[in-house]
């Protein structure tokens, strides 16, 4: 078993939702934490609400799609903390819209999704999420760094009408655990660094929240528990998959029994 006291977590999109509650989790069990997020603002809200926590915590305004970003932010977790121990990378987007959306009346296409909503959530959701990933597994294998790459993939993964985009990357998020972990083991790395991705339904975050309403209330009939999932819960979940070193190259979903697939 690992344990969160004095491990270190490069979390991106650590300015909001569940990016914001894993870093205040991880304080909380004793951490510390840098976390990257395009916005400034939110950051310095977020690093300010730590600091009065007593936490340890180094931020920097990244945007995950640049590959210096992502290499910089993995150099200051070397730099404040002199390792690093999870990675999360929490950084996403969502840009809904069907692929080809004909009018009900003629039955014909009148509206489509653009391919710069589709390009946005490819370019953060798994460009993104790859550069984080490679430029921090780089300085946790060079470092001798002992800890988890926790991918963020989602029920939408089984796929979800009107997310073609986001389920497209989300599906990779599923893949990239076991590519990763095979690679780890050729080298002989698999049992230190494990790598695993989360897939939860739908959480109660502001991307979450800036939903279709009406929409989010069909959703949350077909969830057996009948709310959304906390963010906390996402959290300390995280934390227990840290924690359990016998968990590794795989997907683990937390989604309250969400009835998946049953309207996409
Ligand atoms: N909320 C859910 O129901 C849910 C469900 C399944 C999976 N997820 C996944 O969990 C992750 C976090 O989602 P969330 O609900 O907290 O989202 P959120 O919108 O609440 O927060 C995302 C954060 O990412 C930041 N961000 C966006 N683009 C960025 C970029 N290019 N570089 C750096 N930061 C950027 C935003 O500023 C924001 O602070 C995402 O990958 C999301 O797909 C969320």
Same mark, same amino acid.
């Given at each position: 078993?690992?344990?969160?006291?004095?491990?270190?977590?490069?979390?991106?999109?650590?300015?909001?939702?569940?990016?914001?509650?894993?870093?205040?989790?991880?304080?909380?069990?004793?951490?510390?934490?840098?976390?990257?997020?395009?916005?400034?603002?939110?950051?310095?809200?977020?690093?300010?609400?730590?600091?009065?926590?007593?936490?340890?915590?180094?931020?920097?305004?990244?945007?995950?799609?640049?590959?210096?970003?992502?290499?910089?932010?993995?150099?200051?977790?070397?730099?404040?903390?002199?390792?690093?121990?999870?990675?999360?990378?929490?950084?996403?987007?969502?840009?809904?819209?069907?692929?080809?959306?004909?009018?009900?009346?003629?039955?014909?296409?009148?509206?489509?999704?653009?391919?710069? *909503?589709?390009? +946005?959530?490819?370019? @953060?959701?798994?460009?993104?999420?790859?550069?984080?990933?490679? $430029?921090? %597994? !780089?300085?946790?294998?060079?470092?001798?760094?002992?800890?988890?790459?926790?991918?963020?993939?989602?029920?939408?993964?089984?796929?979800?009408?009107?997310?073609?985009?986001?389920?497209?990357?989300?599906?990779?998020?599923?893949?990239?655990?076991?590519?990763?972990?095979?690679?780890?083991?050729?080298?002989?790395?698999?049992?230190?660094?494990?790598?695993?991705?989360?897939?939860?339904?739908?959480?109660?975050?502001?991307?979450?929240?800036?939903? *279709?309403?009406? +929409?989010?209330?069909? @959703?949350?009939?077909?969830?057996?528990?009948?709310?959304?999932? $906390?963010? %906390? !819960?996402?959290?300390?979940?995280?934390?227990?998959?840290?924690?359990?070193?016998?968990?590794?190259?795989?997907?683990?979903?937390?989604?309250?029994?969400?009835?998946?697939?049953?309207?996409?």
């Amino acid at each position: 078993m690992l344990e969160i006291k004095d491990a270190v977590a490069v979390i991106t999109g650590g300015a909001g939702g569940i990016g914001e509650e894993l870093a205040k989790y991880w304080v909380q069990q004793g951490g510390k934490v840098v976390l990257g997020d395009i916005s400034a603002e939110g950051l310095s809200r977020v690093e300010a609400e730590i600091t009065a926590m007593g936490g340890q915590v180094a931020t920097m305004v990244c945007d995950t799609t640049r590959e210096e970003d992502c290499g910089r932010l993995a150099d200051l977790a070397i730099e404040k903390f002199g390792c690093l121990n999870l990675v999360a990378p929490a950084a996403g987007i969502i840009r809904d819209g069907l692929m080809v959306a004909p009018d009900k009346e003629t039955g014909k296409v009148t509206k489509k999704m653009s391919l710069g *909503n589709f390009q +946005a959530v490819i370019d @953060i959701n798994l460009t993104g999420v790859f550069l984080t990933v490679r $430029e921090c %597994a !780089e300085r946790m294998i060079n470092h001798g760094c002992r800890g988890l790459i926790c991918l963020f993939s989602s029920t939408g993964s089984l796929g979800t009408a009107g997310q073609l985009n986001y389920s497209s990357t989300k599906a990779a998020m599923s893949v990239m655990p076991k590519v990763i972990t095979g690679e780890f083991f050729r080298r002989g790395l698999a049992d230190k660094i494990r790598c695993v991705a989360i897939a939860p339904g739908y959480v109660g975050t502001p991307m979450v929240k800036g939903m *279709n309403q009406k +929409a989010l209330e069909g @959703i949350l009939t077909q969830v057996p528990i009948g709310r959304l999932i $906390e963010p %906390a !819960e996402v959290a300390s979940f995280v934390g227990e998959l840290y924690r359990n070193e016998a968990l590794a190259g795989d997907v683990f979903f937390i989604h309250g029994g969400l009835r998946l697939g049953s309207k996409g």
